[in-house]
């Protein structure tokens, strides 16, 4: 971690820390941030969001968060406020990610992550296909054979048309000899109406992020079918690989600064991005939650973003959404 703090300031400061109860782990490298989810709340990019506050309160490292939610079309919606309303202002952070990527493609949005400015990746999850506890369908096989069938029938929730639950969704299908296009697909601005509607038995399955559903298939309430990454990320539960459906996709979630701002602006996001990742507050946090890190700053994380467009165009070409 990156420290501004000599070790006898911070040996001196621990006893005023342990008696305000703050750890005195890092300087304060903001008094205060503005943070942008462009989703409702209890999605994934909330989620990260408040993690980051969580864990930025506890090192130290940032005084108060304000945040704000706008969803609606895996934040399409959101994006071009953001970028109207945060221009140029060195305090205001965005959270994005794949599922942006395919909405803005899928949804011919003028506004993309091109009007951003890239500060860094922080993590990436596989998803999962749930069903209601009460669902017929026991495993992963009923549920390809019920799509093999008839996937008009099935409906099945997940983010943003495009996002990477879509894709996910279009991938499978394609394994069965369907396309996404025969689908019936119900899009949800953030993870929390997804699961009342799976909840409720308003819906057939849903494909989200791992976190987003695991404390409600823990509960029972849920049954975890299968998950998409290479390795198994709950117990008992199989990925679609190891089931014989040729399917592996990650959901990277990401930050990014206001259009606009100057390179030592956002060198100093950047650097509070690196010193909290180091943390071990963000360490405990992703072990927590079952994510994977997947870091990647500056503009490395800018050279991953203009792969990642043109591999999610061809991607949503070939399961039929974007022609």
């Known amino acids: 971690m990156m420290r501004r703090r000599t070790l006898l300031a911070a040996s001196l400061a621990a006893p005023a820390a342990i008696a305000l109860g703050r750890p005195a782990t890092a300087a304060e490298l903001f008094p205060s941030l503005s943070v942008f989810v462009p989703a409702g709340p209890g999605g994934g990019w909330d989620g990260l969001g408040r993690a980051m506050e969580q864990a930025s309160r506890a090192a130290g490292l940032v005084g108060t968060f304000q945040f704000e939610n706008v969803g609606g079309a895996g934040g399409t919606v959101g994006l071009p406020r953001f970028v109207s309303q945060k221009r140029g202002r060195a305090d205001a952070l965005f959270i994005g990610g794949a599922?942006?990527?395919?909405?803005?493609?899928?949804?011919?949005?003028?506004?993309?992550?091109?009007?951003?400015?890239?500060?860094?990746?922080?993590?990436?999850?596989?998803?999962?296909?749930?069903?209601?506890?009460?669902?017929?369908?026991?495993?992963?096989?009923?549920?390809?054979?019920?799509?093999?069938?008839?996937?008009?029938?099935?409906?099945?929730?997940?983010?943003?048309?495009?996002?990477?639950?879509?894709?996910?969704?279009?991938?499978?299908?394609?394994?069965?000899?369907?396309?996404?296009?025969?689908?019936?697909?119900?899009?949800?601005?953030?993870?929390?109406?997804?699961?009342?509607?799976?909840?409720?038995?308003?819906?057939?399955?849903?494909?989200?992020?791992?976190?987003?559903?695991?404390?409600?298939?823990?509960?029972?309430?849920?049954?975890?079918?299968?998950?998409?990454?290479?390795?198994?990320?709950?117990?008992?539960?199989?990925t679609l690989k190891e089931s014989g459906i040729d399917v592996v996709i990650g959901n990277w979630r990401g930050v990014f600064g206001a259009p606009g701002i100057n390179p030592a602006q956002r060198a100093a996001l950047v650097d509070y991005l690196t010193t909290l990742h180091a943390s071990p507050q963000w360490q405990d946090i992703m072990t927590t939650r079952g994510w994977d890190d997947a870091f990647l700053k500056d503009e490395a994380f800018a050279d991953f973003l203009r792969k990642d467009e043109t591999d999610t165009l061809a991607v949503l070409r070939e399961v039929g959404l974007v022609t």
């Open 99 to 238: 599922v942006m990527v395919g909405a803005v493609l899928a949804n011919r949005a003028p506004v993309g992550l091109k009007d951003v400015t890239p500060l860094a990746r922080m993590t990436t999850e596989p998803g999962i296909i749930v069903v209601p506890a009460s669902s017929e369908f026991r495993d992963i096989a009923g549920l390809m054979a019920a799509y093999r069938a008839n996937p008009g029938a099935v409906a099945t929730c997940g983010g943003s048309a495009g996002g990477i639950d879509h894709i996910t969704l279009g991938l499978m299908l394609k394994t069965v000899g369907r396309s996404a296009r025969d689908a019936s697909y119900v899009a949800f601005a953030g993870g929390g109406p997804a699961q009342a509607a799976l909840l409720g038995a308003q819906v057939k399955a849903g494909i989200s992020g791992v976190s987003e559903f695991s404390e409600q298939v823990k509960a029972g309430r849920l049954r975890a079918l299968a998950t998409t990454g290479d390795t198994r990320s709950l117990d008992g539960v199989p």
